[in-house]
């Protein structure tokens, strides 16, 4: 097979999702998992207009003049709604949450009052009506507020609540299985030996795929030996997907691809056009999905983004066009993808900039990279202040 492009490999991706059956669960048990179906409220947020702040429920045209005093008819906590109405010269004591009282149209907070007994009055007066939450401000019966294929987090958990509802449908979370590859590799603190390193991608990927939906799963480091490679295919079992990282380069212990071949995958693309993460290959078998990373821990994050995140949510890259901070040399023939940082400069442009250097073996530029700008096969030189695409790791 050929090299394909990366618009190429990410339709493959789209096309090629596991299908995850739908269950009906709690909300606490839908934390993670994506929304099946997409999500109306309920009831009217708030039900109804709400005191704003602490004081008293006026009528606008009772307060306009400091000394005007008031009769206290009533009280309102939170919870306890006052049943009557309000009539001119009067007032009902309300706080923070309670229902406002018909007949009342503002709230008099009670830094501005001076209560004596039954009586209020005024020590600075209003003008215009303030600190009511209007009925259905946030959103109303019947109301889309989450389409299906959300990610459930905690700001959705909260907004499924408030629209009063305690179970929704969830497709279920696919099962990532991680398989790191290379003798060289060793778990995170362990004594290394001469020519032995951390097997940092793991704990990086895992924590990506929670964030995108999946269920992270690591099946350890495989030798380089297709026998131990096997063995370790064979741990993933009812894995969705299988991820396996390094071991797919052309090197004479390069054994993943040719092991997975054995077990039955068939290839759907071996090599990607882009960099860093040529070797980033896709096979299939059943309802089995096999996505191999790079082993570089650059080229398996930045693969990883663009591919594996492909793969778990169906969604295309979050893109922008920002404005380049410096110069850029003219593009080879694979699409690139280079590790930057945008910020909002003082004039309120979305200006980005890379790291100096774009090495593949480099962890440390992820700390504050928030962005990846999008470089097309053979695209020319690009001056400072010129438009950009980039691709969001972390929003600002």
């Known amino acids: ?25 709690a909300l606490p048990q839908a934390s993670g998992a994506r929304l099946a179906a997409p999500v109306f409220a309920t009831v009217d947020r708030p039900p109804a207009p709400m005191s704003a702040m602490d004081g008293y429920a ?11 005093v008031l009769r206290i008819i009533g009280e309102a906590p939170a919870g306890q709604t006052f049943t009557g109405s309000i009539a001119p010269g009067e007032t009902v004591r ?28 005024v020590i600075e007066p209003s003008q215009t009506a303030a600190h009511i939450r209007a009925a259905g401000i946030d959103f109303g019966r019947g109301d889309r507020i989450l389409d299906t ?3 459930i987090g905690p700001a959705e958990l909260a907004a499924i609540a408030s629209a009063n509802i305690d179970m929704v449908s969830i497709y279920r979370r696919p099962r990532v299985a991680l398989l790191a590859n290379g003798d060289e590799l060793r778990p995170p603190g362990s004594p290394l030996g001469r020519g032995q ?9 895992l924590a990506s795929i929670d964030a995108w939906g999946g269920v992270g799963i690591d099946l350890g480091i495989a030798a380089d030996s297709r026998d131990d490679i096997r063995a370790h295919i064979d741990k993933a079992g009812d894995a969705d997907i299988i991820v396996p990282i390094g071991g797919a380069s052309v090197g004479d212990h390069d054994y993943m691809r040719s092991t997975f071949a054995d077990a039955g995958f068939q290839k759907l693309f071996e090599k990607i056009a882009v960099k860093p993460g040529k070797p980033t290959w896709f096979a299939t078998r059943g309802g089995a999905r096999v996505l191999g990373l790079p082993g570089n821990p650059a080229s398996a994050f930045v693969c990883a983004q663009l591919f594996l995140k492909t793969l778990i949510t169906g ?5 922008a066009t920002a404005t380049l901070a410096e110069d850029l040399s003219a593009n080879g023939r694979r699409e690139t993808f280079l590790r930057a940082h945008a910020e909002i400069s003082e004039d309120g442009k979305l ?7 774009q090495d593949s073996s480099l962890i440390s530029p992820f700390l504050k990279a928030n962005v990846l700008i999008r470089r097309l096969a053979n695209a020319p030189a690009a001056q400072s202040g010129e438009p950009v695409e980039i691709v969001w790791l972390k929003t600002l």
């Open 351 to 357: 200006l980005v900039r890379t790291f100096s250097s």
């Open 315 to 319: 969604t295309g890259l979050k893109t």
């Open 94 to 121: 309300i706080f923070t949450g309670a229902e406002v009282p018909e007949g009342a149209d503002h709230i008099l907070i009670q830094e501005n009052a001076n209560r004596d007994g039954d009586t209020v009055t």
């Open 1 to 25: 097979m050929s090299l394909i492009s990366v618009d190429e490999a990410l339709a493959i991706l789209r096309d090629n999702r596991p299908s995850m059956p739908v269950d009906t669960v």
């Open 58 to 68: 006026v009528r606008l045209a009772d307060v306009r003049e400091a000394g005007a």
């Open 197 to 205: 390193i951390v097997n940092s991608n793991p704990a990086g990927l």
């Open 149 to 151: 294929g959300t990610v």
